[in-house]
């Protein structure tokens, strides 16, 4: 059986940093030779660039942390007119070996967007932590 918890401290970290746009903390996380196909390829580089990218075309995204089965994933949401956040899919990551103080680094990730079989737990975000920017109804009032 596969012990998930510094992986899952590691994407507590990831869903934190998305969460805050923090791209230099995002970085820290990745492996130099990540390979993320969803994102443009392999290298760290060339991952955070997708991410910005990701990040650019939906603003209003937000990640929560979630379990496929017993494994570890990082779900991705965007948010409706109505303060309902709906959900666009979820990455799974695979990791590098732990350096001496036994910290990993994501070493591959694969996104997804089939729809739930019901192995999908997630906690949806909360749309009162909705940042006054986010709220597609507050700008469509003016």
Do not use: C, K
């Not at 998305?18 to 791209?23: C, F, P």
């Not at 379990?67 to 303060?83: A, D, K, M, R, S």
């Not at 909360?126 to 986010?134: I, K, R, S, Y």
């Amino acid at each position: 059986m596969t012990d998930y918890s510094t992986e899952e401290a590691v994407l507590d970290e990831l869903v934190d940093f998305l969460n805050a746009r923090d791209l230099e903390g995002v970085r820290e996380l990745l492996d130099a030779e990540v390979s993320a196909p969803f994102f443009g390829g392999t290298g760290a580089d060339i991952t955070m660039q997708g991410v910005g990218e990701l990040l650019l075309a939906y603003p209003g995204i937000v990640t929560t942390r979630g379990e496929l089965g017993e494994e570890p994933v990082v779900v991705v949401w965007i948010p409706g007119e109505t303060h309902i956040y709906r959900r666009m899919g979820y990455f799974r990551f695979t990791f590098a070996d732990g350096d001496e103080d036994g910290y990993q680094l994501i070493e591959h990730i694969d996104y997804s967007d089939e729809v739930d079989d019901g192995t999908l737990l997630a906690e949806q975000p909360d749309p009162a932590d909705m940042a006054e920017g986010e709220d597609w109804q507050t700008w469509a009032e003016g």
